[in-house]
Nanobody, 125 residues
Framework: QVQLVESGGGLVQAGGSLRLSCAAS????????MGWFRQAPGKEREFVAA????????SYADSVKGRFTISRDNAKNTVYLQMNSLKPEDTAVYYC??????????????????WGQGTQVTVSS
């Protein structure tokens, strides 16, 4: 089994920053894709960002381009999401996800095999 644990969420004012971490354990091998998704109450789960095994490929939702940066440290089995210039509409539970087989369709939630429990991000106006 693969375990994913998110951390770093909290309450910030609009314009502030947070860095989320996702620590992986178990038989992760070299995950082909690691993604961040978010979900607000009453809304669909939304893609945020993804990164490939070697870090050479990244993908971002249009809503976060220029503000969020995804990165990974393979030695620490950790993926990060640096969030700057936060807006109230960024408020959601943020989830880390892993696909151990393919990079393709990195923006699709159904693709991912493993999910963390989520961490709450709240941005006040």
């Amino acid at each position: 089994q693969v375990q994913l644990v998110e951390s770093g969420g909290g309450l910030v004012q609009a314009g502030g920053s947070l860095r989320l971490s996702c620590a992986a354990s178990g038989r992760t091998g070299s995950a082909y894709a690691m993604g961040w998704f978010r979900q607000a109450p009453g809304k669909e789960r939304e893609f945020v960002a993804a990164i490939s095994w070697g870090g050479g490929r990244t993908s971002y939702a249009d809503s976060v381009k220029g503000r969020f940066t995804i990165s990974r440290d393979n030695a620490k089995n950790t993926v990060y999401l640096q969030m700057n210039s936060l807006k109230p509409e960024d408020t959601a539970v943020y989830y880390c996800a892993a696909d151990l087989s393919y990079w393709g369709s990195a923006q699709e939630a159904y693709k991912y095999n493993y999910w963390g429990q989520g961490t709450q991000v709240t941005v006040s106006s």
